[in-house]
């Protein structure tokens, strides 16, 4: 899912984190809000780790990661560490945001309630075509990709998405790498290149399912296997 | 971005993959249906690396665990591969997915090209809204989420996107469940508890955005050290 290029960051005063932690880091954090709404001022790791989809284990190092172990018997401070995980993913102010293309999924994207509850707001729409340019979704107006260079120094925009066709989508990358954007959700289903130090994550929505269609060919394969083999192949799991 | 559960697959006709190699194999396979289009018959493991965004070691080891190397000095024979990959995904035959709450997201799901030209058939939606039922999308009539049973059998479905509010998704997949869908790819933002041998896949997009505001973050701290620590980590990240 994802391009990725890390460089090291154990400054002082920004913890060196694994990639995989950094991508649960998102999933505590909403596990924690959702915990903080309903009254709860701690939890226990292996309540948190259950709210989050994670095993214990692995929540605990992801965190001692941020310097900050939970008190045994009492668990970690909510707050605090909502407080903190906001700080490392720099969430602490609302990060504004590009979005390119507003075909349907663009639609959807600039209609998705989620990015301004969790710390983003969508700044600017921009499309090539002339007919969607002038369009109104959720109180904003449709620019020409040809202003992208003034909306995102006016806005001070340093992550994009792009929603275009594959076909368009390297080109609209270059645009907006030039114009100052520093990082890119793609939801084009094609490779970006981009220069060093910007940071591409990929979406695409047909490789999950493949990914889904891989277990489904797997357990159809296990369904198929003689009940003996079966048998085995329970124990070894029992045993692993 | 994944909740899964692995079992073993080392069966004769099934090899035994990480879960890693299993989401590269379809950025491997994009890669290789665009190379075979350009009228490619054979690519070197750095060809179809750079086609798909990793690293050639890494490549050739995903493909090693296929059971097939390719060829010293003439590389892979695109076709052959192709035929591999598929046949290890599962998408030798076209698989129905069903579609739940057809919203901003889902209107831009069931528009989604990218199914179709990619192994998958979206044969049915659903929408708890009275509303939206008998609605029209892309040929398909949005149907009543009761229908659910009926369809999933009709259509030979193991596959459903949930693409409902987070509020509603555990209830709808609860209900994909008992009518027999074993895969599930959730994009509402929300972590769903299934019973062994169902495979759900997450996409939260707020989630994405997130993980690239952690690298915005770092980078922005990076700018902030003093230059002699730059000069030393670009030696760091030099000798790494």
């Known amino acids: 899912m994802s391009q990725q290029r890390t460089g090291p960051t154990d400054g002082p005063d920004f913890p060196d984190l694994p990639e995989a932690t950094v991508a649960r880091l998102p999933e ?3 596990a924690l809000h959702h915990l903080a709404e309903e009254g709860h001022d701690t939890v226990s790791s292996e309540g948190l780790a259950a709210a989050a989809g994670v095993n214990s284990a692995k929540l605990r190092k992801d965190l001692s990661h941020l310097g900050r172990t939970g008190t045994r018997g009492v668990g970690y401070d909510v707050t605090l560490l909502i407080d903190q995980i906001e700080q490392v993913l720099g969430l602490t102010h609302r990060r504004a945001v590009a979005l390119v293309g507003v075909g349907n999924l663009g639609h959807a994207l ?6 301004g509850s969790r710390g983003f707001r969508i700044a600017a729409l921009f499309d090539a075509d002339l007919g969607r340019v002038g369009e109104q979704i959720n109180g904003l107006v449709v620019r020409h990709i040809d202003d992208l260079p003034a909306v995102v120094v006016e806005e001070s925009i340093s992550i994009a998405v ?4 594959a076909l368009a989508a390297q080109h609209v990358c270059d645009r907006l790498v030039a114009a100052g954007v520093t990082s890119v959700l793609n939801f084009a289903p094609c490779v970006l290149s981009v220069p060093e130090g910007v940071d591409v994550r990929k979406v695409d929505l047909a490789i999950e399912l ?3 269609s ?3 060919h797997r357990k159809s394969a296990l369904t198929a296997l003689p009940a003996v083999q079966k048998a085995k ?3 070894a799991e029992v045993a692993s």
Request: aromatic letters at 18%.
């Open 28 to 30: 505590y954090l909403r």
């Open 210 to 212: 493949q990914i889904l």
């Open 233 to 235: 192949r329970g124990e």
């Open 110 to 115: 600039a209609g998705y309630a989620g990015f």
């Open 214 to 216: 891989f277990h489904e």
């Open 162 to 165: 792009i929603a275009t066709p």
